[in-house]
């Protein structure tokens, strides 16, 4: 809806309203078009004005209609209609002006925008392009390098940045609407020819071609098999290059192989996905809008290795003061320097103050009696963890969050140990922790609801995407990466190199395949874990039985990289070669290809040719039907919750939604019947026994993914 005033007796005011953003509906497009044309025939009305309600200007199109048939007004003929009007239009940006809804201002003869609006053509960030002309005017105003550098990230610009680029005309610190009724006023009657930005040529580029092809290896490059990014490039292009009329054509050519692909369909369910893990739910009952978090001023944070470096950047950062605790004295000195170094570059680049004065060092776990909340990160160790435990009950006032760092330990086990296992949870951040978006908080059965709110609104305020999943081993992430990881150490055994398998999962979209993600994570970690499994033996005993381990296949192909010492970048051997310990660059290494071939020998297996698509049905499907397993437990609410947990914290290509979803894309039944064929190939291999989740939503019709839940919960129900 649009709603429409005479202000200051002749300037009509437009309010979009549709809360919570004032998306472009087909209501709002209404009485856009109804309010400009009752503004313009008003003889009484000098210039227009157009704002939002709520102090938003607007979000964009809705992006919830783009499921359906659109209907209403289309945005184009809507945008053009305020460009050819015969009275200034001015828009009054206060908020986001995003996507449609720049794309609207900058259909307006002027743009005024407060200091602290945000303003961004995201579209590419949905899988889509700013098809409503914002790909041809945007570049005609700002320039061809800016406009592609906006619209092919679909990063949002401050209005200070909007200034300098020329998007808007002025900032203004007070009462936005105010400033924009007093410009339009100034304006009133001046010609209307210089602000259409669609009849302006675009700024001249010197060698445009070279440009373009510079971009779009870059684009391509980064782009991860992701087409909007390049649709925006070609768009651009046509601005660059076509008269507005042809430019307009090609931008709709464009945004029609783009609107219906999977691709957008993935990315506008991972828009809506990242929302909707904000609305928790635990299997007890507990949900997000009936647990009030508790407020967290001050935080510590015990044990300053790597995670807790990172987890104190991120604390400092979102406003917290904090104890750091680490109990010797010169690993404390070492941390301080690289916390105050991580600081103050993270402050540079956003170039605010570095909140060194919010860290108080201490080597005494005394000195964090005060704070409302902890982080322990300290070693991976549950005795170790459970004496600290014991530590922070005795020493914090009453209701002190007590919050463990853990990627594996049974959270459980450990709120066991305290006096008030209520106020346990753990918080699975991702290294660097100030860094990765993702954090997975850890309820137990005894965790309190506000317990859990309070650590999903820390998370919140620390920018991540923060899911809140049940405790298991390995929780959502780690649980599902074992098998993926287990079916690629086979496929070496059956025959496939590091090379080979990596190569296939990086086309597929990750961004890194499994053996350069183990070598950069370093391939002691699992090792360690392996020996407290009782999976590791020593010896070279060789054939089938070697490999069946607790009952099942076991490929001990990393334990005897390990006994090498080759344990990934850090020491410069691992499932490739580097030049130097430490060195990021992954070579091929021809003493891996003969240790591979010598194990097949030794162990009776023949090599055969192993192709992409069984690397990606063999790991992605193991990970996915663990995933399905990880619903059926109820140890993730939903599969919004996994698909969040894998795009933002594993490199899983956004573009495919995530896991869960891209499973649905390709169909269940299809899922099913690989995994059963696998099973038939593998039987030793439980991992590749379909789930019965699986199982029981191909009987149900493979529902679509927002009705998952009802199968579920059918079984949940019954137990
Ligand atoms: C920054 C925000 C705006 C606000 O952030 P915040 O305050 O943190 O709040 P959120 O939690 O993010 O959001 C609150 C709720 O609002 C919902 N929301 C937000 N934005 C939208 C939206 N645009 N549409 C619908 N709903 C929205 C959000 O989901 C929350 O609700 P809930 O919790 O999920 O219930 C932030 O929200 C934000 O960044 N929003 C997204 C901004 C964005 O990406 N905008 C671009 C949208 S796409 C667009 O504008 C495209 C324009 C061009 C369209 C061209 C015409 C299309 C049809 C052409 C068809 C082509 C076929 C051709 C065929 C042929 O011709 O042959």
């Known amino acids: ?62 992006i919830k209609e783009f499921g359906s048939k659109m209907t209403g007004p289309p945005l184009i003929p809507m945008i053009h209609a305020i460009e050819s009007a015969n009275k200034p239009v001015v828009a009054a940006i206060e908020g986001s002006a995003l996507g449609g809804g720049l794309e609207l201002a900058l259909g307006c003869h002027y743009r005024i925008a407060h200091s602290k609006a945000r303003l961004g053509l995201p579209e590419v960030s949905l899988g889509l392009l700013p098809a409503a002309g914002g790909s041809q005017r945007l570049p005609r105003l700002i320039g061809v390098p800016a406009a592609l550098n906006l619209i092919t990230t679909g990063r949002h610009v401050t209005a200070a940045e909007a200034l300098q680029l020329g998007i808007v005309d002025q900032v203004t610190d007070h009462n936005t609407v105010d400033a924009a009724v007093k ?28 440009l373009f092809e510079e971009v779009m290896q870059k684009v391509r490059q980064s782009a991860r098999g992701a087409i909007a990014p390049i649709a925006c490039v070609q768009a651009v292009r046509a601005a660059a290059t076509l008269p507005y009329a042809q430019g307009m054509e090609r931008e709709r050519e464009l945004m029609a192989t783009l609107f219906t692909s999977g691709q957008a369909r993935a990315l506008q369910y991972c828009f809506f996905a990242e929302r909707a893990v904000g609305r928790w739910r635990m299997p007890s009952g507990a949900r997000w809008d009936t647990s009030k978090p508790r407020p967290v001023h001050k935080a510590a ?31 404390l000195m070492e941390a301080k320097q690289a916390i105050s170094g991580m600081l103050e570059r993270g402050a540079k680049r956003r170039g605010v103050a570095p909140a060194l004065d919010r860290v108080i060092y201490s080597q005494n776990i005394q000195a964090v009696a005060d704070v409302d909340l902890v982080i322990e990160a300290v ?96 929780f959502v992430g780690n649980r599902m990466l074992k098998p993926y990881i287990e079916e690629a150490f086979f496929l070496l055994e059956e025959g496939a190199t590091p090379e080979l398998v990596d190569q296939a999962l990086e086309e597929f979209g990750f961004s890194m395949g499994v053996f350069r993600m183990s070598d950069l994570s370093g391939l002691d970690v699992g090792w360690r874990v392996r020996k407290g499994d009782g999976l590791v033996e020593p010896g070279t005993a060789s054939g089938r039985s070697a490999r069946i381990r607790q009952g099942r296949r076991y490929s001990p192909l990393g334990d005897l990289l390990c006994e090498e010492g080759r344990f990934g970048q850090k020491t410069g051997r691992g499932w490739y070669q580097y030049d130097k310990p430490g060195s990021r660059v992954a070579r091929s290494d021809p003493w891996l290809h003969s240790f591979l071939g010598a194990y097949r020998a030794q162990h009776g297996l023949v090599a055969r040719r192993i192709d992409h698509q069984e690397v990606l049905e063999r790991c992605l499907y193991a990970l996915i039907n663990e995933g399905f397993h990880i619903l059926d437990d109820g140890i993730a609410a939903g599969p919004e919750d996994i698909d969040v947990i894998y795009v933002s914290g594993y490199g899983w290509p956004r573009h495919r939604g995530g896991p869960m979803f891209y499973a649905n894309m390709v169909g269940l039944a299809k899922v099913l019947e690989r995994l059963e064929h696998y099973q038939q190939l593998h039987p030793e291999v439980p991992h590749l026994q379909p789930s019965s989740l699986l199982r029981r939503l191909v009987a149900s019709g493979s529902p679509p993914i927002h009705k998952w839940g009802e199968v579920i919960k059918k079984l949940h129900s019954q137990l």
């Open 1 to 62: 809806m649009a709603e429409y005033n005479r202000v200051s007796e002749c300037v009509g005011l437009i309010t979009l309203r549709n809360p919570p953003v004032n998306a472009l509906s087909a209501a709002v497009r209404q009485g856009i078009v109804d309010t400009v044309e009752r503004a313009l025939s008003d003889p009484n009305v000098k210039s227009v004005v157009i704002c939002g309600q709520n102090g938003i200007f607007c979000g964009g199109a809705d």
């Open 183 to 210: 410009f339009a006023l100034s304006v009133a009657g001046r010609s209307l020819d210089p602000r259409r930005i669609s009849t302006h040529p675009c700024p001249q580029q010197p060698d445009l071609d070279a």
């Open 301 to 331: 944070v015990i044990g300053l290795g790597t995670m807790g470096r990172g987890i104190t950047v991120a604390l400092a950062q979102t406003g917290l003061s904090v104890i750091a605790v680490e109990t010797q004295e010169k690993q």
């Open 379 to 474: 070693f991976e160790d549950i005795a170790l963890k459970t004496k600290v435990f014991q530590q922070l009950s005795a020493v914090c006032k009453p209701g002190t969050l007590l919050c463990t760092n853990t990627s594996a330990l049974d959270v459980d086990q450990l709120a066991s140990e305290t006096p008030n296992p209520e106020l346990v949870v753990g918080m699975h951040f991702f290294a660097p922790a100030h860094v990765m978006k993702l954090l997975e908080v850890v309820y137990g059965p005894r965790s309190s609801p506000q317990a859990v709110a309070t650590a999903m609104q820390l998370g919140k305020k620390m920018g991540k995407a923060s899911v809140a999943v049940g405790n298991c081993r390995g």
